[in-house]
């Protein structure tokens, strides 16, 4: 059996596992958006969850400065960024830095030579243009990679004392042990503890996901379908994939979620 065989699509027989979802904690490229841009179908779905009292916090790897103008103009109940680096609270709050960071000037400077570093040994990748509004982490484009080339990149931040991740859209140099589900663990028990883990439903598409799909943490996690272009590199896999990919899986889910509700009342 295929891995792709193993993950079950979104069905009647999984319904029971969505009865109780309360919030979605989902990433944002990729998932949300189709083909890099929102359409009226998935606004149209935020409204609707949030007509039903369904909360949904985006959970992305974008920059604090690229989250913190987002979040306030869309329909949901905060936003993490750099992949569980920084919390924006609904309302426009000042953000919550999650990962300690004692002398940001130097975390700067260290990142800088680490990136430095790696051009001398990758002089293709770029600096993402989003980076000089991050905080926690460092952005490369991802660009034209290889696999293996990623590997090696992942290996170089390690022995320099980063982490590594990437997405669809960037590479990330990191502080270890920051991902997602660190992030939103440490919000849902700071800020949200009213949640339980089975009113949870966690979301993605890309590696710097997969921690997001740790059935320890999260039971209840959902792959849009282009989630299997990566599914070969993930430790973690989601419980549940979609039909359909992008934003268009996200609606689904929505939509999947929203009639779940309507046949237990």
């Known amino acids: 059996m295929s ?36 359409t009226p ?16 916090m985006i959970v992305t790897g974008r920059s604090a400065g690229w989250v913190s103008g987002l979040s306030s103009l869309m329909p949901v109940a905060g936003a993490m960024a750099e992949n569980g680096g920084l919390y924006f609270p609904p309302g426009n709050q000042k953000p919550v830095v999650l990962t300690p960071i004692p002398d940001l000037a130097k975390h700067r400077q260290h990142l800088a030579m680490t990136f430095e570093n790696l051009q001398t040994k990758f002089p293709q990748i770029q600096e993402s243009a989003d980076n000089r509004f991050r905080i926690t982490d460092w952005t490369f484009d991802v660009a034209a990679l290889r696999q293996d080339e990623l590997q090696t990149l992942d290996s170089l931040c ?3 004392g980063w982490g590594f991740t990437y997405s669809n859209v960037q590479c990330h140099i990191k502080p270890q042990g920051q991902d ?16 339980s883990p089975e009113q949870i439903v966690t979301v993605g598409d890309s590696p710097n996901d997969e921690s997001l799909f740790d059935r320890r943490y999260f039971p209840v996690s959902v792959g849009v379908a282009n989630v299997m272009e990566y599914v070969n590199q993930l430790k973690y896999h989601p419980a549940y994939i979609t039909h359909a990919a992008e934003g268009e899986g996200f609606c689904e889910l929505s939509n999947y979620i929203l009639k779940s509700l309507h046949i237990s009342s």
Do not use: N
């Open 41 to 56: 179908a998935l606004l149209q779905a935020l409204e609707d969850l949030a007509a039903a009292d369904i909360k949904v």
């Open 3 to 38: 891995r792709h065989q193993s993950i079950p699509v979104l069905s009647e027989f999984s319904s029971t596992s969505f009865l109780h979802i309360r919030l979605i904690a989902t990433d944002m490229d990729g998932t949300l958006t189709r083909r890099g841009k929102f």
């Open 158 to 160: 390690q022995q320099m």
């Open 180 to 195: 997602k589900a660190v992030g939103l663990l440490q919000v849902l028990r700071e800020y949200l503890p009213q949640y």
